[in-house]
């Protein structure tokens, strides 16, 4: 079993969608959370940190569920530059390295 | 804040030629530093872990006379691909960390070996 594995895309949505990205992980041990964001060719940027209680920033919200040890992203009324590859990514590891997802492709279209 | 560069962007070099990436922080000095690889279509691998003054700790199945790695400070740290095939060819990524589980990433390299 992968360590993270995402939904396999790509996510093809129109202007204004909800789109919902979902993640699971395999080491119960886990201590911490992310959804990054790469756009093509670029390296990969926090979009933000995933908590227990769940957490919202503006039109994104994130909930970790660890004894499902699932993770998901919602995006809601989706914009054009929402388009990119959101990455999945689990944390605690020995020497605080993290653990990337394959990503999930979003295409918003107009 | 948090600014990580990377040199060069990207380098094209001949089959059996080193390539050096350097890989720095130039706002905030960083205990440990990662160097990722990420090939088409694929999640970023780790490659390695580096602390300043000390050896590098490689993932399994990462050759560590292929890719030295040199962390000489708490800002700067290199990655040296040494006899390069095309195989080696992808996008290289190093990221910065001050603070366990936070890691601030440079723009990364795009190597073409011909």
């Not at chain 2, 990662?34 to 000390?54: D, H, I, V």
């Not at chain 2, 560590?64 to 700067?76: G, M, Q």
Request: net charge positive; aromatic share 10%.
């Amino acid at each position: 079993r992968k360590e993270v594995e995402q939904d396999p895309g790509p996510f093809n949505v129109p202007e204004g969608a909800t789109v919902a990205f979902n993640c699971t992980y395999s080491n119960s041990a886990s201590q911490s959370f992310f959804w990054y964001r790469q756009d093509c060719r670029k390296e990969p940027k926090l979009l933000m940190s995933v908590y227990s209680s769940g957490n919202e920033d503006g039109r994104f919200t994130a909930q970790l569920n660890r004894a499902s040890q699932y993770i998901s992203l919602l995006i809601r009324d989706s914009k054009l530059s929402d388009s990119a590859t959101y990455l999945c990514v689990v944390g605690g590891g020995s020497q605080g390295n993290l653990i990337f997802g394959k990503g999930t492709k979003l295409s918003v279209k107009p | 804040g948090a600014v990580v560069s990377q040199h060069p962007s990207w380098v094209i070099c001949k089959s059996g030629t080193s390539v050096k990436i350097e890989c720095r922080s130039l706002d905030f000095q960083a205990t440990t530093m990662f160097w990722y690889r990420q090939f088409p279509k694929q999640s970023l691998m780790l490659m390695a872990t580096s602390n300043e003054g000390s050896k590098a700790t490689y993932e399994q199945g990462v050759e560590k006379d292929k890719f030295l790695i040199n962390h000489a400070s708490l800002t700067l740290s290199t990655l040296t691909v040494t006899s390069a095939h095309p195989e080696d060819s992808s996008f290289y990524i190093c990221s910065a960390s001050l603070i366990r589980d936070t890691q601030y990433f440079g723009p990364g390299t795009r190597l073409t070996v011909l």
